[in-house]
């Protein structure tokens, strides 16, 4: 994994925000989710939404921690973020293998959340809507590879059989699913995400 820190970028000021726009963006690994979620967050950056990015890679405790990952996601980030408070959460350190720094997540107008498990049935109650890449066996385990080099290479199949068991992102109104080889993804990935934050604003 390749853990950045978009978590703790700040964001354009904003009025108190009482229940963040919360978006999921789930996926197995290698499907293009972390890239996606960066341009969608720079998008709505550059539109003047007040925005932030979580990503899941983060808080998983290890190669063999996908569902406890899951578990601290929706208890320790999403639960605060959802009553508009911050969320505070502690970082796994993948070179050493061992728990890392504590972080905060502040709540902002939207907040993505990037990562495998993020539309899981235990978060989906507390996310406003999730969004599912799909690709092909075959060129995500290119992709990640690629990305991730050799400290990958050992634990794919680890990591893929977790993903397996765990439950598959729930559906519910205002879902999608997008293939990421579709030249259209990130255009319908940004009008969905809109669509999502207007439907908040007029909560």
């Not at 690629?146 to 990958?152: N, P, Q, S, V």
Request: hydrophobic share 45%; proline share 8%.
């Amino acid at each position: 994994m390749n853990p950045a820190h978009d978590a703790a970028r700040p964001s354009p000021a904003a009025g108190p925000v009482h229940r963040p726009v919360l978006l999921g963006i789930d996926g197995r690994s290698g499907a293009g989710k972390t890239t996606l979620a960066r341009r969608l967050l720079r998008a709505l950056l550059e539109e003047g939404i007040d925005a932030r990015l979580f990503h899941l890679e983060e808080i998983y405790p290890g190669w063999h921690g996908l569902a406890a990952g899951v578990e601290a996601y929706v208890e320790d980030v999403l639960a605060p973020l959802s009553a508009g408070e911050s969320a505070r959460w502690r970082t796994w350190d993948w070179a050493t293998d061992s728990p890392g720094a504590e972080r905060e997540t502040r709540p902002a107008a939207v907040v993505l959340c990037e990562g495998a498990g993020a539309g899981a049935p235990a978060a989906r109650p507390l996310l406003s809507a999730c969004l599912t890449l799909e690709a092909p066996d075959a060129r995500r385990k290119e992709r990640a590879l690629a990305r991730d080099g050799e400290t990958y290479r050992p634990f794919w199949d680890v990591w893929a059989a977790q993903e397996e068991a765990l439950p598959a992102a729930a559906d519910g109104p205002g879902d999608l699913r997008l293939g990421a080889e579709d030249p259209g993804a990130f255009g319908q990935a940004l009008a969905w995400a809109r669509r999502a934050a207007a439907t908040a604003a007029q909560r």
